[in-house]
């Protein structure tokens, strides 16, 4: 039992990606304190868990939007009431709202705020909440989600810029939170969740065909991944960039 009484907050965990996350924590040991924007996603994946939970561990569960202080504060203080600490943070709310693809010069100054807000706010409330906890007590993990669009991406050029700043932001923590505290970030390419009901089938066989696995990622690949960081496994490894993404290269 990789987690066995370690505690983990994971943000945006109605989603595929979150659950996969929390089950994949939950079967090795791990409390886990999730939230969601939805109330019945985020109730889904509580009872998801719960099927996978160790002996004599727990969930607690509130619904937030993750980008409001005033909402996700009160999450970061559920998580104390219950479990008296925050030992892993997984700051997985991200992404891009509205068309997926924009021409850069296109890009509202709406646009380009909320991007930046939703892929990089959340973790900030939550850092200040947890991680001085984390550093007295003298073991902590931050896990941030980036993706491979940190490199520049045709017609996202807001959801790009917002995940590069996700992954200096990681290596910034990095810095600041060591020795303590690890911090590390993963790059995932195309997964299959919700966001791939948004794109036509040409656009998803490109990025198929982009990456040398030649096929899109699963939820559990990426809970995979987190998993390594946020146990003990990764104990030497700190302010680390790891793409999740079949080989896809980034290139111009
Ligand atoms: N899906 C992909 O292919 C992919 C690829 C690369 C990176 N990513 C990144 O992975 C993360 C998860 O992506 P996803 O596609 O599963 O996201 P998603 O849009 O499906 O959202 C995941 C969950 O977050 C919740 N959520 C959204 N906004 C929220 C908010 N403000 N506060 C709290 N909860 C909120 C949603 O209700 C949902 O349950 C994001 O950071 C995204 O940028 C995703």
């Not at 659950?19 to 994949?24: L, P, T």
């Not at 996700?166 to 993963?186: D, H, T, Y």
């Not at 995979?224 to 104990?235: H, I």
Request: glycine share 10%; proline share 3%; hydrophobic share 50%.
């Amino acid at each position: 039992m990789r987690m066995k009484d370690k505690i983990a907050l994971i943000t945006g965990a109605g989603g595929p990606m979150g659950r996969a996350i929390a089950r994949r924590l939950a079967e090795e040991g791990a409390s886990l304190v999730l939230t969601d924007i939805s109330a019945n996603r985020l109730d889904e994946a509580v009872t998801l868990t719960h099927e996978v939970l160790a002996e004599g561990a727990d969930i607690a569960a509130r619904r937030s939007n993750a980008t409001v202080a005033a909402e996700i504060l009160p999450v970061a203080d559920l998580a104390l009431e219950r479990f008296g600490r925050v030992d892993v943070l997984i700051n997985l709310v991200g992404g891009l709202r509205g068309d997926m693809y924009v021409p850069l010069l296109e890009i509202s100054d709406e646009r380009w705020g909320e991007t930046l807000q939703l892929n990089l706010r959340a973790g900030l409330h939550l850092a200040r909440a947890l991680v001085p906890g984390m550093r007295e007590r003298g073991w902590g993990r931050v896990v941030n989600i980036s993706s491979i669009a940190y490199a520049g991406e045709l017609g996202q050029a807001d959801y790009g810029a917002a995940k590069a700043a996700v992954a200096s932001l990681s290596r910034s923590m990095a810095i600041e939170f060591a020795p303590e505290v690890n911090v590390n970030c993963i790059a995932p390419s195309l997964i299959r969740t919700s966001v791939v009901e948004r794109m036509d089938p040409a656009e998803l066989d490109d990025l198929r065909d982009r990456t040398l696995l030649k096929r899109l990622g699963e939820a559990g690949e990426i809970a995979n991944a987190v998993l390594f960081f946020s146990c003990d496994e990764s104990s030497f490894v700190t302010g680390q960039l790891l793409a999740v993404s079949g080989g896809m290269a980034v290139s111009l």
